[in-house]
């Protein structure tokens, strides 16, 4: 099975019959995702709109906390969740990234009804789900696939036993069962293994047999829980790969929750960075993980690009780099260090990379390069001082982000 | 010798009303005992269809009938029997109260069968949009089916037991038979026999028992 993102009608499972799908504001034709979206949730514009929420958005959560009573008695309530607003948009990729105890499995557990917010509304295709009743939060999940990151699968049914289910719950009949069934493990390139039974699978085939039963209603939303978490790296891609698809070639909307930033890296259209219970930033990709705002995110990821100095190898260098240290952030620009060497240059300040790293997101450069800076007469005296804080600030006047590391203290 | 030879037809019956007895208490107690256990399983605190009333009164209920021994048990229900069979003597009865004593103690295996399913299917059940009855029917159950049988099987085993000891109150069976033909008459032969077959008969039900369980948990 190879990782291809073209169409592949003869293993598209929703191909035959008609569905509801066709009628959905923005799932039609193709469901290319947009890496380019960089707009940033804006949640207030629809606040004082009740009810329908803009058509736009797949799910939607407005203001969401979720609080846990106190574990016995001595215990204090946990709030998961506190005051969290997102959006994610029909046909997009969905990553929520935080560290476990985050919060994470708490959101995507509201999202399909399972968990019931203590505040807060969540949409989801335009319905607030908190007004639902149950019987009609069950239909609400019909339309919606989950998998897990223990696969979950039904141990006593067979790979193809485990596929049917969500059918025999959504009542399709034993004909039409056996062909999506058929079609989906196809999908999954597991059609071979269908009268096997769930522990005869390696972990990567678990995982496909629970993708390929998270899609058999053809729900428009898939929810994944650490779905990679339990796998290695190489299953990890292959089942990436398979989420990719779905999303591509079948147009359903995915929601990741991670703990992964690699996994985020290779999927996601969007993020969302959860720290605390709380959504400390939200964007595009690109924004978030190229540029994060809030110390809390560029902490957490900040971990996946490995391009800055920790506090500790800040201090080694300074045994050897007596100048001043300052970290740019690498943009995606047209000869961007051939512009940053040339203001260094001007200014008569000497420049030398001493730690860095640049990769490569949705095709774009993200990284950051530290640089000791040391001016014309050595950086501690006052002309040298006055030369590189003079290329600092030419540099921040042509937007680009320097950072001082701070002096060593004490 | 002699004596068991002559008495063959009162053993073969006897084999027959121990059979009797047993088959139909497991029948009712094990189906009331499911119904039981389920409910039990279902209405405990974070589960199915919680709610700490029922389980309370369940889990109680449960944990009064079952530790009483089941001699005691047959005599303290005695009013009960005869309201429902019309007498407090014969095979009836035994079954009917025999049953009752199953179904507490299969309720009991039941629940702890089912505690064993990993929470995560039952959560992907319900993502998948079961209702919970039907989450216990078409998930739990066959999930659990391997300890399920197991602990069927021990039922049975103390339900063959059981129905011995009702033999003390004429419950009919192998037991009834061992004491009036055997110990009471001072018949040694008759009373080993007799254990030989209960015991035979312990042994077919528990190799029934593992191979069924074997068989659902593909080991």
Redesign the interface.
């Known amino acids: 099975m190879s990782g291809s993102t073209q169409r592949e009608p003869s293993s598209d499972p929703t191909r035959s019959g008609n569905h509801e799908r066709d009628d959905r504001p923005g799932t039609s034709g193709t469901h290319a995702p947009v890496p380019g979206r960089t707009a940033m949730t804006s949640v207030s514009a629809s606040e004082a709109g009740q009810g329908a929420a803009p058509a736009a958005a797949h799910v939607r959560l407005e203001h969401v906390t979720k609080t846990f009573p106190a574990a016995g008695s001595g215990g204090r309530p946990l709030t998961a969740l506190d005051d969290v607003s997102l959006e994610v948009s029909h046909g997009e990729v969905f990553g929520v990234v935080g560290h476990s105890g985050a919060g994470k499995s708490t959101l995507v557990r509201l999202i399909?009804g399972?968990e019931t917010p203590t505040a807060g509304r969540v949409y989801l295709g335009g319905r607030e789900l908190t007004s639902l009743t149950e019987r009609a939060r069950?239909?609400?999940?019909?339309d919606?696939?989950?998998i897990?990151q223990?696969?979950?699968?039904?141990?006593?049914?067979t790979v193809a036993g485990n596929v049917a289910?969500?059918l025999?719950?959504?009542r399709v009949g034993q004909p039409e069962r056996d062909r999506r069934v058929a079609r989906l493990l196809d999908f999954v390139g597991l059609l071979d293994r269908a009268h096997d039974?769930p522990?005869q699978l390696s972990g990567g085939q678990k995982q496909r047999v629970g993708i390929a039963?998270a899609l058999a209603?053809e729900p428009s939303l898939l929810?994944a829980d650490e779905a990679t978490s339990a796998l290695d790296p190489q299953t990890t891609s292959e089942v990436l790969d398979l989420l990719r698809r779905a999303n591509r070639n079948l147009g359903v909307t995915i929601v990741i929750i991670t703990h992964e930033l690699d996994v985020i890296q290779s999927i996601a259209d969007r993020v969302a960075v959860l720290d605390g219970g709380r959504v400390v930033e939200s964007g595009s990709l690109y924004d978030v993980f190229a540029q994060p705002r809030t110390e809390a995110a560029a902490r957490i990821i900040g971990m996946a690009l490995r391009d800055r100095p920790s506090a500790a190898t800040l201090a080694r260098l300074r045994l050897t780099h007596p100048g001043r240290i300052v970290t740019v952030r690498v943009r995606d620009r047209a000869a961007f260090q051939t512009a940053l060497a040339s203001t260094f240059l001007s200014h008569g300040v000497a420049a030398e990379i001493i730690f860095g790293g640049i990769g490569e997101l949705q095709d774009r450069p993200v990284g950051s390069l530290t640089f000791e800076l040391t001016g014309p007469d050595g950086a501690g005296g006052p002309d040298g001082a006055g030369a590189v804080d003079a290329a600092i600030t030419a540099l921040r006047a042509d937007g680009v982000d320097v950072t001082e590391e701070p002096a060593e203290e004490g | 010798m002699q004596e068991f030879l002559s008495n063959l037809s009162v053993y073969r019956d006897a084999i027959g009303q121990t059979f009797y007895i047993v088959l139909i208490s497991m029948a009712a107690g094990g189906v009331l005992g499911l119904v039981i256990g389920l409910a039990l399983y279902a209405t405990r605190p974070g589960s199915l269809l919680a709610s700490r009333p029922v389980f309370i009164a369940l889990n109680v209920l449960v944990n009064i009938v079952r530790p009483i021994p089941f001699v005691i048990f047959l005599t303290a229900i005695q009013p009960l029997i005869l309201a429902a069979i019309g007498t407090t003597i014969g095979t009836n009865a035994v079954t009917f109260a025999l049953s009752i004593a199953a179904a507490f103690a299969v309720s009991r295996i039941v629940e702890q069968s089912l505690l064993t399913v990993?929470p995560?299917?039952i959560?992907?059940?319900?993502?998948?949009?079961?209702?919970p009855t039907?989450i216990l029917v078409?998930?739990l159950i066959?999930?659990a089916?391997g300890p399920v049988i197991l602990g069927y099987t021990f039922i049975f085993v103390a339900v063959v037991d059981m129905s011995a000891q009702a033999g003390l109150f004429g419950g009919g069976g192998l037991g009834n038979f061992a004491i009036t033909y055997g110990s009471q008459r001072y018949d040694w032969p008759i009373v080993y026999i007799t254990v030989a077959t209960i015991i035979v008969i312990v042994q077919a039900g528990q190799f029934i028992g593992n191979w069924l369980a074997r068989r659902?948990l593909?080991r």
């Open positions: 399909n399972l069950r239909e609400v999940r019909r919606t696939g989950m897990f223990q696969f979950n699968l039904f141990r006593s049914r289910y969500p025999k719950v959504a039974h522990e039963r209603t929810l | 990993d995560g299917v959560e992907a059940a319900r993502a998948a949009g079961a209702r039907s078409t998930v066959p999930e089916l659902a593909r």
